[in-house]
């Protein structure tokens, strides 16, 4: 098949030359539309927008709906964590209690009500000091051996050892650290999943109290959900402030080197901002919210956007050397540009494009917004940029700016074309064997990175503990903010988390008055798996069974009416369970039920302690197995399985996404050289350095350190849809060489002519993407590396392993490598080409009678 796709190119052409006036208002009225949807970008951030329709997390919300004292409406809480060389001194008490004392004074602040060991230590000396006027006063006047009695007064009182730090010594009465908390009514609902969702109402409040205690004596941190939300949208804010600005200047810098021309480095520059407005106007419009994942797209677009912009420019000067007019010039450039930038863009808009088969939302949006920004791309690059160069070039010579250098990049003979024509050298001498040894090496990479990590959590979207000096030496407005919540996560962490780990929630619907219900609960925490703490064979767990348990032991009546209802004598009443449940929400302990048992009886929680030592993956796989013990519908659930789910997720997500990338290339290819050249083989040898590009940005991946998570996940698809621009410049120009002249002339002028625009791109978009390893965040600094590694690993791969590949090819696909292809009467794969004898330019000259002395050298006739 030779579909004549020459005439949409001439129409092209026709616009581009003809009518480039009319162009350029089009693409700036089409770019005005855009800029309109720029003011409604929206932003989402943190980790819930990861866990939308994910099972764990449904139940989690279903807890937070229906456990009301655990997660209640209108309430929130503030953490102040105060640190010292001893929290129970009373100098430090009196710097806690007067500290809750100012945020309380406060009316906006809402506050409901503060807890402290402060206050506990000063109603133990006076009972009476139930306001923090109070406490302040009684403490003012203790002296610290009262303090010291009252702290060993409460060496056993939950209350009190619960909001100090592990190394709380009773008899010294000391602790490095201690919690207070203040409790907000608040207009607004407050989720569990407030700080992880990037948004809570909480934020304005809990950065107010951040100055109180900023201006506030002793060493005091806030922390709490607003806290966390604020520093979820701080820290895209400071990576763009920060990554932008210099991918802008290193870009310019190369973009001065590549086109060594102010006018074209102009134009390259406007067209690359026009491609950002369309996008992210795209993103206004259509309400795709911007997430942290979104902060690599703006660099995608400008690797792709160089490339395109270097290859049109490069390409339209090699024409020009040959003494065309620019008319003449521009239409022999764009005839073999805009295929190639076709093909290009289709190979790339089918890597973004294979992220939807993915199940989590942001990646999702990734690949739309990355799918449309390419094609918007390919337009302003093929159409608008030619059109505005040719419209310039008619009038520069009446402008007083000087033109620098017209020069094409590598020439026939320069020290850069030597350099580029390596892969050549090797594919004159010994392609097979280093073709084979090329994918030897490959697959072992592949195999070496069957073992890269996955992993998915809060810390990953916020900034580091530590950030870099040199950043922070960055003068305003660059310099980053002052973050706290990874610092104080890791100091809880270390200062309060017991020894016994975490927890899992096993959510249960169905209807808990079934005599069987109890037993069951009971009965699932038997024989715990290895990763659940556990004593004497059971586990150890808090349930609605726990409740009544405890409760039997304070109340004779109550216990009365379990031992009547309990069949078998294991204190689990098997009878009347209604009778039972009535009975506890009337008794003292209704919030502890309401905390295990919804209001209607329908659904129930429990709650089982995990070892610290257990991975998240053993903790999940083992709520998993209890959960499948219970004859009602359960589901395990807590941010750990949470967490865990995603993260498997995200290597589901990577696996598939390469997999559709790839077969959606191997396709797209085929069919697209069929059409175009009747060459649908070639396509094998267009995928080699693709093969190799992703086994080696896989392998590196391990041996660096680097896991899959959220950002990293489309690093693979991403390889192919960035990788395959460098071979699908360089297969497209080799095909037009060879049809005019023999194999290894048609190689050398590709990798010459090609290599040098190739060389310019990858160093413009490796460093203009590498520039994501200044961001604050760490992932997306990774993200930036392995980026920029695919680009330079595509761009060798293509210069230096596809002309071995194309060599192999062409033994297969033609009679005689020392025959231009258009006189062996074959167009390859063993067909015909009827065009073959109109297909002979090089360069934008056409030879009407070609052969093989007539050649031409890096664009020249000879």
Do not use: C
């Amino acid at each position: 098949m030779n579909y004549d796709y020459q005439r949409i190119v001439d129409w092209v052409d026709d616009r581009i030359v003809e009518q480039s006036g009319r162009v350029i208002l089009a693409f700036l009225l089409v770019t005005a539309l855009f800029a309109v949807g720029l003011g409604s970008v929206s932003t989402e951030s943190g980790t819930q927008q990861f866990a939308e329709d994910i099972p764990a997390q449904d139940a989690l919300d279903q807890i937070n709906d229906e456990f009301l004292p655990v997660f209640g409406e209108n309430t929130g809480s503030t953490q102040l964590i105060q640190r010292s060389p001893n929290v129970l001194s009373r100098q430090s008490l009196l710097a806690m209690l007067r500290t809750q004392e100012r945020i309380e004074e406060k009316p906006t602040l809402r506050v409901s009500g503060t807890s402290s060991a402060a206050a506990v230590v000063a109603r133990t000396i006076d009972p009476q000091a139930t306001t923090l006027e109070r406490q302040i006063t009684t403490l003012e006047r203790a002296t610290q051996s009262d303090v010291r009695a009252a702290v060993r007064a409460n060496a056993d009182n939950p209350a009190f050892t619960g909001t100090l730090s592990n190394d709380f010594n009773a008899q010294s009465a000391s602790a490095s650290s201690t919690i207070g908390v203040v409790q907000h009514s608040l207009t607004t609902d407050v989720s569990s999943s407030a700080g992880q969702s990037g948004s809570s109402p909480l934020t304005p409040i809990q950065l107010t109290i951040q100055r109180i205690v900023d201006n506030s004596p002793g060493d005091i941190t806030v922390f709490g959900s607003g806290i966390i939300s604020d520093e979820f949208g701080t820290v895209i804010t400071d990576s763009l402030l920060i990554v932008t600005p210099a991918a802008v200047i290193l870009i310019v810098l190369f973009l001065v080197v590549a086109y060594r021309d102010l006018l074209d480095l102009l134009l390259g520059t406007f067209s690359l901002a026009m491609a950002v407005v369309w996008t992210f106007g795209f993103l206004g419009l259509a309400g795709i919210p911007f997430n942290q994942i979104m902060i690599s797209v703006p660099p995608l677009l400008l690797a792709v956007g160089i490339d395109f912009g270097i290859h049109a420019i490069n390409r339209y000067r090699e024409d020009r050397e040959t003494g065309l007019d620019i008319e003449d010039a521009m239409r022999v450039a764009t005839d073999q540009l805009l295929v190639a930038f076709f093909i290009v863009t289709g190979t790339t808009v089918i890597g973004f494009l294979s992220n939807l088969a993915s199940d989590l939302p942001p990646i999702r949006d990734f690949g739309v917004v990355a799918g449309v920004g390419i094609t918007f791309t390919f337009l302003i690059f093929g159409i608008f940029l030619p059109a505005a160069k040719v419209w310039m070039d008619r009038r520069k010579q009446d402008w007083p700016i000087p033109t620098f250098s017209q020069k094409p990049l590598g020439q026939e003979g320069s020290a850069l074309g030597e350099t580029l024509s390596v892969g050549v050298t090797i594919s004159n001498r010994i392609p097979v064997l280093f073709l084979v040894l090329t994918l030897l090496l490959s697959v072992g990479a592949a195999g070496y990175a069957t073992g890269v990590d996955t992993s998915f959590s809060q810390e990953d979207f916020l900034p580091p503990e530590e950030v870099s000096p040199l950043l922070k030496a960055l003068p305003e407005p660059f310099a980053p903010s002052d973050y706290s919540v990874v610092g104080t996560l890791n100091f809880l962490e270390d200062k309060f988390t017991s020894t016994q780990g975490g927890s899992v929630t096993i959510y249960l619907e169905g209807r808990m008055e079934n005599d069987a219900a109890l037993e069951q609960i009971h009965r699932a925490g038997e024989d715990p798996p290895g990763s659940f703490v556990s004593e004497d064979r059971r586990a150890e767990s808090t349930s609605i069974v726990t409740v009544i348990r405890d409760y039997a032991e304070e109340d004779p009546e109550f216990a009365a009416l379990v031992n009547r209802n309990d069949v078998n004598d294991n204190g689990v009443p098997d009878d009347n369970l209604d009778e039972i449940y009535d009975y506890l929400e009337t008794s003292p302990v209704s919030s502890e039920v309401d905390r295990y048992l919804a209001e209607d009886h329908r659904s129930a929680r429990v709650v089982y302690t995990t070892s610290a030592d257990a991975s998240d993956k053993e903790v999940t796989a083992d709520a998993r197995k209890i959960a499948d013990r219970f004859r009602f519908d359960a589901v395990a659930t807590g941010n750990t399985v949470v967490f865990q789910q995603v993260s498997d997720l995200i290597f589901n997500s990577a696996v598939t996404s390469l997999g559709l990338a790839l077969g959606g290339t191997v396709v797209f290819l085929v069919f697209i050289y069929w059409v175009l050249d009747g060459l649908p083989s070639i396509a094998l040898a267009n995928l080699v350095p693709i093969v190799v590009s992703v086994a080696g940005v896989a392998g590196t991946m391990r041996l660096i350190g680097i896991s899959f998570n959220a950002f990293t996940a489309t690093i693979l698809s991403l390889t192919i849809g960035l990788g395959i621009d460098y071979s699908v410049h360089v297969v497209h120009r080799f095909l037009d060489e060879r049809k005019k002249t023999d194999l290894q002339t048609a190689l050398r002028r590709t990798v010459v002519g090609t290599g040098g625009a190739l060389m310019g791109s990858m160093f413009t978009t490796a460093f203009g993407i590498g520039v994501l390893v200044l961001s604050v965040l760490s992932v997306l600094g990774q993200f930036g590396i392995l980026t920029a590694l695919s680009i330079v690993y595509s761009f060798l791969a293509s210069l230096v392993v596809l002309p071995s590949a194309l060599v192999v090819w062409d033994r297969f696909a033609n009679e005689s490598p020392d025959v231009p292809m258009a006189e062996q009467g074959a167009a390859g794969d063993g067909e015909s080409d009827p065009d073959s004898d109109a297909l002979a330019t090089d360069g934008g000259v056409v030879d009407a009678q070609p052969s093989s002395d007539a050649t031409t050298d890096g664009g020249e006739t000879r």
